[in-house]
């Protein structure tokens, strides 16, 4: 299997997937991008430190192969995984400051979305989820509960029997957002659809 393509504009779908690549190339291989790696000046000849070396480039290896040329020049005279890990995700995500701007500007969004009258479930779902994967990506934790509870309020005014049913049968804390998408799916069809 191939590692994911990086290109500059799919940082969260790249950053998953290539995290879970490296994984699947063995714990240590993922261990050595997040705790780094001193590069050697030679290659070492003591077993572990030879092993180390081999994993990091296994690794190094790895995110090479993920880049598309524009990518790969900004980080092709760095030999450490760690090293060029960072700087990927420095690049495109900020520092903290720059995270922190992101992700008031996300937490606006979250807060601002509504469904309009012609949207579906279907559709208002992927905009949660998009907002809430992102916010995720930049360290909010976000409960379940709490999205169960946006999502009611965020309906229109077509869904309000359906919202007091639910408050008044379900236990809302106990209600994930897979189930919510669920029944709320299936009233919209009964329904005839969005709008």
């Known amino acids: 299997i191939m590692p ?68 790969f020049v900004k980080v092709m005279q760095l030999n450490t995984t760690k090293a060029i890990w960072d700087k990927i995700i420095l690049s495109y995500e900020g520092d903290a400051k720059v995270k922190s701007a992101k992700l008031q500007t996300l937490r606006i969004q979250y807060e601002n979305l509504k469904m309009d009258n012609e949207e579906s479930i279907a559709n208002l779902f992927l905009c949660l989820d998009d907002i809430v994967n992102r916010m995720r990506n930049l360290g909010e934790t976000i409960t379940e ?31 994930t957002v897979v189930k919510i998408h669920g029944i709320l799916t299936a009233y919209e069809m009964r329904r005839g659809g969005p709008s």
């Not at 070492?44 to 030879?50: E, K, L, Q, V």
């Not at 709490?146 to 106990?174: G, H, M, P, W, Y």
């Open 4 to 71: 994911p393509l990086f290109n500059g504009n799919n940082l969260i779908f790249w950053k998953t997937r290539m995290r879970s690549y490296l994984q699947s190339l063995g714990a240590d291989v993922w261990a050595i991008v997040e705790g780094g790696h001193q590069y050697p000046a030679a290659v070492p000849t003591d077993p572990m430190a030879r092993k180390n070396y081999e994993t990091n480039a296994k690794a190094v290896n790895a995110l090479l192969g993920s880049l598309t040329e524009s990518e």
């Open 145 to 175: 509960s709490t999205l169960v509870e946006k999502v009611l309020r965020s309906l229109t005014t077509k869904f309000e029997s359906k919202v007091s049913a639910l408050e008044e049968k379900q236990d809302l804390q106990n209600l």
